[in-house]
Structure formats: structure tokens, C-alpha cells
């Protein structure tokens, strides 16, 4: 099968700006305690039920995947630029980095306690965002978490806006037009923290962190 033109262009991209790309993350990471607290939330929460696997898929450098070993979860990194996968296996020596797509992750039906995304979805157009979700539902055991970052579109509509990202084009995406789209795919919303705009100088966007939750089959809430 053909690979659709946005993969191909977003790979080329972040495999030529990976070491700079993994220079500047870390601190911005690390300059981050909003993002830090929803990262501890979903830690807590995958820790709460069996604990288990959690996959950072769009990993990128492996700098969130590392933390979240950190905070005591045992998590893989996995990303479709082999040059990212490569310098997070070389930052991060012993811990698990795979080349993969995030819409056919190479793991079996609900055999995961959590899924991160972390400014992730921000390449793929619109129209494909149903199968990511659609693949996040299948890989999460009931009652499992997906938190899902990215930058925001304020308002209902339209569902996205395409923008000038510096690596390869880019969307930000409405926080209750992907809640919606999440629930259509069986992943019900838990909680949001959104960043005001300020807190963003480059761009001036909102910044979404969306805690999703797989229900169990008749529908109900796991209490952990
Ligand atoms: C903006 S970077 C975010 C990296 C890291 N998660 C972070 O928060 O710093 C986006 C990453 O997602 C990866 N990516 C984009 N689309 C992907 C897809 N369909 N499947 C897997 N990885 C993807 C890119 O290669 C890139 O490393």
C-alpha cells in the first residue's frame, strides 16, 4: 500500500532536524510543570489499576518516555522517524524504542495500561485523526487512560487549523471537536487542562492535555 504524502513529508522532516529537535526539547520539557502534572496524573492512574505497559507513541527524542520511568511506569517510545529512534535508544541505552506509526501500533488487542501522545497528532490531517483513535482504543485494555496533547484551536469550529510549524505543516485541533471524536471511538473524556494562550510566545496558542479513559464493555467506569 502507498503511504499517504503527509507521513512521508513528516518522517523526511523530523529525520533532518532530530539532534536540534533534541537539543532544545529537553529544557522546554523540563521548563514545563503544567505539562509535568498531567504527565504525574496519568502516571498515578496507570500505577492505580495494574500497572502495566504504556506506549508514548510520536516519541520523539524519548525524553517523556524516560520520565514516565521516572514516575514508576514502565513505558516504550514509538515513532516513524528512525532518526529520533535513534537518538532516544542512544539517550536512553536499555530502555524500548521502535520505528512504527501510531495508527498501527505492533502491540496486541488491549494490551495496554496507557497511551501518551504528546504533540503527536499535530501532523496528521483531520480526516485521518478517526483511526488513530479508532487504533488507541484497540490497544488499551478497559478502563485504561490515553492522554493527549496538543496545540489548540479555541472554538467548536472548525475541527482544525492548518498552521506554518517550523518542521513540517502542522494543526491545531479543537479541544471538544477531538473530546467528540474520542468519544465516537469508545474513549471517554475524564479530564482536560488547558494552557492559556499567553503561555505560548511563539504562537500565542492554547496548549490541550485531554485524559481519556477505554470503558469497560457494558459501558462503566473502572474505579481504580
Ligand atoms: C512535535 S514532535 C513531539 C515529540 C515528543 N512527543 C514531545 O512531546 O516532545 C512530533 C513527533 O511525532 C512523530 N510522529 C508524527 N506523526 C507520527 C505518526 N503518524 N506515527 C508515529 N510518530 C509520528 C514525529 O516523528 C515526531 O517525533
Redesign the pocket.
Known amino acids: 500500500m502507498t503511504e499517504p504524502d503527509f507521513?512521508t513529508a513528516?518522517?523526511a522532516a523530523?529525520d533532518s532536524v532530530a539532534s536540534h529537535y533534541a537539543e532544545f526539547?529537553g529544557d522546554w520539557?523540563c521548563a514545563s510543570p503544567l505539562n509535568h502534572a498531567m504527565l504525574s496524573v496519568f502516571a498515578e492512574l496507570v500505577r492505580a489499576g495494574d500497572g502495566g505497559l504504556v506506549a508514548d507513541?510520536?516519541?520523539?527524542p524519548g525524553?517523556?518516555t524516560a520520565h514516565l520511568h521516572s514516575l514508576g511506569v514502565t513505558a516504550f517510545g514509538?515513532?516513524?522517524?528512525p532518526e529520533?529512534i535513534a537518538l532516544a535508544r542512544e539517550a536512553h541505552p536499555g530502555m524500548r524504542f521502535e520505528v512504527?506509526?501510531?495508527?498501527a501500533l505492533e502491540v496486541g488487542d488491549a494490551s495496554l495500561a496507557g497511551v501518551l501522545s504528546?504533540?503527536?497528532i499535530?501532523?496528521?490531517p483531520p480526516e485521518r485523526l478517526p483511526e488513530i483513535f479508532a487504533e488507541f482504543h484497540r490497544v488499551l485494555v478497559p478502563g485504561g487512560h490515553l492522554l493527549l496533547s496538543f496545540q489548540a484551536y479555541d472554538g467548536p469550529d472548525p475541527l482544525s487549523e492548518a498552521y506554518d510549524h517550523k518542521v513540517s505543516l502542522a494543526y491545531r485541533y479543537s479541544p471538544d471537536g477531538v473530546a467528540e471524536l474520542l468519544l465516537k471511538a469508545g474513549l471517554t473524556e475524564v479530564a482536560r487542562l488547558v494552557i492559556a494562550p499567553g503561555e505560548d510566545p511563539q504562537r500565542g496558542f492554547p496548549q490541550v492535555h485531554l485524559l481519556t479513559r477505554r470503558e469497560t464493555s457494558s459501558g462503566d467506569a473502572v474505579v481504580a
Open positions: 507521513l513528516t518522517r523530523y526539547v520539557f507513541v510520536g516519541c520523539g525524553h517523556i514509538v515513532d516513524l522517524s529520533m512504527g506509526l501510531m495508527d504528546s504533540y503527536s499535530i501532523h496528521t
